[in-house]
């Protein structure tokens, strides 16, 4: 899928004498390179500092003893909260609805899109140059993404799926969801997002964590296979990807049967569902990939309730769930299908500025290399997302979608969490800052 370019008046620069972390699965390291940027937003040369001259009128920025990164790209975001603990009784259906209702007003708009705003520029600022959102209040990413595109808005760029497609009282609806039963309906819903100008689809294929009610209803399957299918094929004609949230073997079944692209959290892996991620004939490019978000589940399940206040239902079907997702992660990695990053922010404890976090748990969890992980969160999102030519890497012709560490993430993940400097499409951050949660942070860094 083609996205449009960027419009911008970019002072052309130069970062000199850093070494790149290419990003390859083998951690490689190009020492004292120069990259140079042009007026476009893209990477002009990638060569040794020893051999260029840079034009008198490009700004030059000394990066010696520095690491050069592509930006990080999370997979999996929603911009309707920070990350601080979600209040149970919001994810009753009654009070969805109420809440629904509010968010229908104009200062309810008005509420969600000034949300998705600061959640856009904390995730930017803490190094993220591409996300895609995965159920948004309405379309307020697709706004953010036309402003970012214009270049009225400093953003990352943007793949917005608007409301997730759910059934009525699944996963997600009514706060952030179109429902219908049918695949008639489906297929309504999902022509009406891509007629609001989204570039991807979410189904709800099984119920969720967060709004469950009773024990087992996370993972269980809601939308029809028939339902999914009717969806993809909408969204497949115009070359969009689908993302389906599925927590259980039978959903993940049910969804890969339908077509569509990412699995969303998972479960562990047998031999057939293995087979059908790595040869999907219904999927838009032939193979599905799995996106882990252990980010999410991990901290519902590793932090105690006082401090996440879900209640006991949800706490026993994030359990359960949570497993399935580790084991699935790693049966993923151990068998060659193909592992994205996304972290489920706006979730409990899972804020918007630490997408690195989620490398870290690959690595401890699911038996990544550091590489692997890092490599998963720039390259092979790229190619899942279909802009593997636009981002993902140091690369001459890409948008500089950039980072400047103090050190190598292959080395040290946690480096990613403080970026000196962030570049998205050429239009650089200079000072990078983001708000932290202290006792958020604090509460993690204990238990990962």
């Not at 560490?405 to 000072?431: Q, S």
Request: glycine share 8%.
């Amino acid at each position: 899928m083609m996205f449009p370019r960027r419009a911008a008046t970019i002072e052309p620069f130069a970062i000199e004498h850093a070494n790149i972390s290419t990003g390859d699965v083998n951690g490689s390291v190009l020492q004292d390179m120069t990259v140079v940027v042009d007026e476009r937003g893209r990477i002009e040369t990638v060569t040794s500092s020893q051999n260029i001259g840079i034009p008198a009128h490009y700004h030059r920025i000394d990066a010696n003893g520095k690491y050069v990164t592509a930006g990080l790209i999370n997979m999996h975001v929603h911009l309707f909260a920070d990350g601080k603990p979600l209040d149970p009784k919001f994810a009753t259906p009654t009070a969805q609805r109420r809440l629904r209702t509010f968010l229908n007003t104009p200062a309810g708009k008005a509420y969600a899109a000034a949300k998705a705003k600061s959640s856009v520029e904390a995730l930017l600022n803490s190094g993220v140059t591409t996300i895609r959102t995965l159920g948004d209040v309405g379309y307020e990413a697709v706004a953010l993404r036309r402003k970012v595109e214009s270049g009225a808005l400093l953003g990352p760029r943007i793949l917005a799926s608007g409301p997730l497609l759910a059934i009525p009282e699944g996963h997600g609806a009514p706060m952030i969801a179109l429902t219908g039963e049918s695949a008639e309906e489906a297929r309504h819903n999902a022509e009406f997002n891509i007629d609001h100008g989204v570039d991807v689809l979410k189904i709800a294929a099984t119920g969720g964590i967060t709004d469950s009610q009773k024990l087992g209803e996370a993972g269980s399957p809601q939308m029809s296979v028939d339902a999914m299918r009717a969806i993809c094929d909408v969204a497949h004609a115009s070359e969009m990807i689908v993302a389906a949230h599925a927590q259980s073997p039978e959903g993940v079944r049910n969804a890969l049967e339908a077509g569509v692209d990412t699995i969303e959290h998972g479960c562990a892996l047998d031999e057939h569902l293995i087979e059908q991620f790595t040869t999907n004939p219904n999927a838009l490019h032939g193979y599905s990939a799995l996106i882990p978000t252990l980010s999410a589940g991990l901290a519902m399940t590793a932090v105690p309730q006082n401090r996440t206040h879900i209640t006991d239902i949800q706490y026993a079907n994030a359990k359960e769930v949570t497993d399935g997702m580790i084991a699935g992660a790693r049966d993923a990695r151990m068998h060659g299908v193909i592992v994205g990053v996304g972290t489920d922010t706006a979730m409990s404890l899972v804020t918007q500025y630490a997408t690195w976090r989620e490398l870290y748990l690959l690595t401890h969890y699911a038996g990544f290399t550091a590489a692997q992980a890092f490599h998963a969160a720039t390259q092979v999102n790229a190619s899942i997302a279909g802009i593997g030519d636009e981002t993902g890497s140091v690369a001459v012709g890409k948008y500089a979608d950039l980072l400047v560490l103090d050190d190598d993430p292959v080395h040290d993940l946690r480096t990613l969490a403080n970026p000196k400097l962030v570049v998205a499409a050429g239009r650089p951050v200079w000072r990078p800052h983001v708000k932290h949660f202290e006792d958020i942070d604090a509460l993690l860094d204990d238990r990962f």
